[in-house]
């Protein structure tokens, strides 16, 4: 693990957050991903995205942090970056993984007798082309491929949210699954992305012997358990300067900016206050 010289982990959200809803680019955040990189605190990506994906955007970034894919499915760690012991994980040639999710096999046999149900209603990314995903999304093919490599959970568009959304929920829920909603709804499991935080929490805990300071951004639905368990919950703005107005905690912090514009404004303010 790098030297941390002020004990504090970022936790981060990525589409609309990290980066551009759009666009998907961090450039404006990049000056204060360099300065968390030289001064040794970790940004540790908790998004839906796929593991596929998130290997390519951390190439990007030069980020070598542990990661959390799928709305907290399962959590990446790479090989050596602890000292400790990770219990109950599973190892493969990069990582050791602690999967919270279910399998996507499992997923997908709930949402076909969901469609069942609202025949016409849902149409999943595993219903999808590689050009139907890259047209929703404004994704290249070859990104859009890499969302569509699954492995916990299945992201959906659903006809008319407004009267269909509790039959989902419902037919989810009596599978034991859940509903959270992104830049698409997603059928996840008994897994979020607080859970996925918590877990990591205790990780950095145990390795240095206390507990470090934590700060969080997001800027959906889906990233309120994240913002439930951080010290300092960031939410970002969304297109056109509007906040996603189902998230209010009581220490809430607004960032004054959209996407990557707003996420290095919030990161650096904090990161002065906590390290100063």
Same mark, same amino acid.
């Given at each position: 693990?790098?030297?941390?010289?002020?004990?504090?982990?970022?936790?981060?959200?990525?589409?609309?957050?990290? &980066?551009?809803? &759009?666009?998907?680019?961090?450039?404006?955040?990049?000056?204060? &991903?360099?300065? &968390? #990189?030289?001064? @040794?605190?970790?940004?540790?990506?908790?998004?839906?995205?796929?593991?596929?994906?998130?290997?390519?955007?951390?190439?990007?970034?030069?980020?070598?942090?542990?990661?959390?894919?799928?709305?907290?499915?399962?959590?990446?760690?790479?090989? @050596?970056?602890?000292?400790?012991? /990770?219990?109950?994980?599973?190892?493969?040639? !990069?990582?050791?993984?602690?999967?919270?999710?279910?399998?996507?096999?499992?997923?997908?046999? /709930?949402?076909?007798?969901?469609?069942?149900?609202?025949?016409?209603?849902?149409?999943?990314?595993?219903?999808?082309?590689?050009?139907?995903?890259?047209?929703?999304?404004?994704?290249?093919?070859?990104?859009?491929?890499?969302?569509? %490599?699954?492995?916990?959970?299945?992201?959906?568009?659903?006809?008319?949210?407004?009267?269909?959304?509790?039959?989902? %929920?419902?037919?989810?829920?009596?599978?034991?699954?859940?509903?959270?909603?992104? #830049?698409?709804?997603?059928?996840?499991?008994?897994?979020?992305?607080?859970?996925?935080?918590? *877990?990591? %929490?205790?990780?950095?805990?145990?390795? *240095? @012997?206390?507990?470090?300071?934590?700060?969080?951004? !997001?800027?959906?639905?889906?990233?309120?358990?994240?913002?439930?368990?951080?010290?300092?919950?960031?939410?970002?703005?969304?297109? !056109? !300067? #509007?906040?996603?107005?189902?998230?209010? *905690?009581?220490?809430?912090? *607004?960032?004054?900016?959209?996407?990557?514009? @707003?996420?290095?404004?919030?990161?650096?303010?904090?990161?002065?206050?906590?390290?100063?």
């Amino acid at each position: 693990m790098k030297r941390m010289r002020h004990r504090i982990l970022v936790f981060t959200d990525l589409d609309g957050t990290l &980066l551009d809803f &759009l666009t998907y680019s961090f450039e404006p955040a990049r000056p204060v &991903l360099i300065r &968390l #990189r030289e001064s @040794g605190i970790p940004v540790i990506i908790c998004t839906s995205k796929t593991r596929a994906e998130v290997e390519g955007i951390r190439e990007a970034l030069g980020n070598t942090d542990p990661f959390v894919i799928e709305n907290g499915a399962a959590v990446f760690i790479p090989r @050596g970056y602890f000292s400790i012991e /990770i219990p109950a994980a599973r190892r493969d040639p !990069g990582y050791v993984i602690i999967e919270l999710g279910t399998p996507y096999s499992r997923i997908l046999s /709930i949402f076909s007798r969901i469609k069942d149900a609202l025949p016409g209603r849902l149409r999943g990314f595993s219903d999808l082309s590689v050009e139907e995903v890259a047209r929703l999304t404004g994704l290249s093919d070859e990104e859009a491929a890499r969302a569509k %490599k699954r492995e916990y959970d299945e992201p959906f568009l659903l006809d008319d949210p407004a009267a269909n959304l509790e039959a989902v %929920k419902k037919i989810a829920g009596s599978a034991g699954l859940s509903i959270t909603r992104g #830049r698409f709804f997603h059928l996840t499991g008994d897994n979020d992305k607080g859970r996925a935080v918590n *877990l990591l %929490k205790d990780i950095y805990a145990r390795t *240095l @012997g206390n507990a470090p300071r934590t700060i969080g951004l !997001g800027d959906s639905p889906n990233d309120l358990p994240l913002l439930e368990n951080v010290d300092l919950p960031v939410l970002v703005q969304k297109p !056109g !300067g #509007r906040y996603e107005p189902s998230i209010r *905690l009581d220490n809430l912090i *607004l960032a004054p900016g959209e996407g990557p514009v @707003g996420w290095s404004l919030a990161v650096r303010e904090l990161v002065d206050r906590l390290s100063g």
